[in-house]
Every structure is written in C-alpha cells, then in structure tokens.
C-alpha cells in the first residue's frame, strides 16, 4: 500500500494568509485527491489533482481559494488562501491504487 | 446522486457484537468501503468489499452487503474498548468523476 506524509502536521494561521500543504507519495499514483474534515464533520472532497492539468473542483470549491499544483505522479500541493476561522480543518491527501489510502492530515487553526 | 446516510451514534458493551449500518444511493458503486477514525487520528481503512459480493470477513469484521437495497453493514465481532472511535462507510462512484464520498460516520462507544 502506499505511504503518504503531509507537511506541516498541523498549524495556527491569522486570518487573511495562506497556508501550502504538501502531499508526498513513496509510490507513483494516477489518482490523488484532497479532502476537508471539518470539525465534528465527515470528509468532503475538495478536488482531483490531475497531473501535468488543471486540478478538478467538486461543487463549492473553487481554484482561487484552493489552487492544487501537482508536477509529477508522487506529489501534490494543496493552498488554503486569504484563510477566514471557517477554513479551520482537518486537510488530508488521498490517493487511490487498488483501494483508497489517506495522509495522516493537516490540522488547521485559523484565528 | 450521491448520498450515504449512517446512524450517528452507537453503544455497546464490551465483548458484545456491534453491527454499524449504512445505506447508499449510487448503483454504479464498485467498492465500498469502512474506516475508522479515532480521536485525534488520521483515517484508517479496516476493509472494503466489491460491489459483486454480497459478504466479506476480515478476523473479526463482518461486512455484508444488499445490492439491491444498496445497503452495507459492518459487523465487529467481542467487540473490545479499542474499538471505540467514529467509523465511516465511504462508496466509491463511477458516474462522472470518478471519487469517493464518505457517509457522515457513525460514533461507536464500547464501554466495559
């Protein structure tokens, strides 16, 4: 199965900056996506990141607020942009090969 | 449409059977599957069952599934304080986008 780490585990944010999360794969991955837990809440999916394309964007999500980058088959970046207290979550990678594998997440404070 | 409806909350006691169900609404499903989230953890995947099975065991999980009635139920054998934690059933839809949608989770509380 495949391994995944984020970078930063967790982090306290002010209001109006963003914050880059780094998604890395020890395997290469076709499909890889970025999911929001909110607090209390389910996993949402925020978006497909496609390689070498345009990230694909569930209902509700949009490419200024969550612009994705992923330049190769092992990794993926995923900005939270001008962050209000509402984007405070649980972000988290996922990839899927022959079944779906999930980062250990980003834990998010916006104050 | 996609929409996965669980029970919220579920109590048990200690080496009794829990049975956590859930219910699903897209026929094209290929996989479904249960993981487990425990306080302040990541996502872990117990198992998942193929849309062309109707049962699947894994030591002491039990998942069983109604195609027809597009519903899915985890069963956890003596179950044991350890296993207290939220658990999401998630299907995997094929129409469209191809992606994951998570049901809203169900608390299971195992008390001794």
């Known amino acids: 199965s495949a391994v995944i780490s984020q970078k930063p585990s967790r982090d306290i944010c002010q209001r109006g900056t963003s914050l880059t999360i780094q998604c890395q794969v020890d395997s290469q991955v076709t499909m890889m996506f970025w999911y929001r837990q909110q607090p209390g809440q389910s996993l949402t999916l925020i978006a497909t990141a496609n390689q070498g394309s345009e990230a694909t964007y569930e209902s509700g999500f949009v490419i200024d607020k969550f612009p994705i980058s992923r330049p190769n088959l092992t990794f993926s970046t995923l900005t939270v942009s001008n962050m209000s207290p509402e984007d405070s979550s649980i972000y988290l990678c996922?990839?899927?090969?022959?079944?779906?594998?999930f980062g250990p997440g980003t834990r998010l404070l916006v104050l | 449409g996609e929409d996965v409806e669980q029970s919220l909350f579920l109590s048990v006691r200690e080496g009794d059977s829990s049975v956590i169900n859930c219910t699903y609404t897209d026929s094209s499903s290929t996989y479904l599957y249960w993981y487990k989230q425990e306080p302040g953890a990541g996502l872990q995947l117990l198992t998942y069952?193929?849309?062309?099975?109707d049962m699947k065991q894994d030591q002491r999980l039990t998942v069983l599934l109604n195609k027809k009635d597009k519903h899915l139920s985890l069963r956890i054998a003596d179950t044991q304080t350890g296993d207290s934690a939220i658990y999401f059933c998630a299907e995997w839809v094929n129409t469209g986008f191809q992606k994951l949608v998570f049901g809203t989770g169900t608390r299971l509380l195992v008390s001794p």
């Open positions: 069952i193929f849309s062309n099975m």
């Open positions: 996922s990839v899927k090969e022959e079944t779906q594998y």
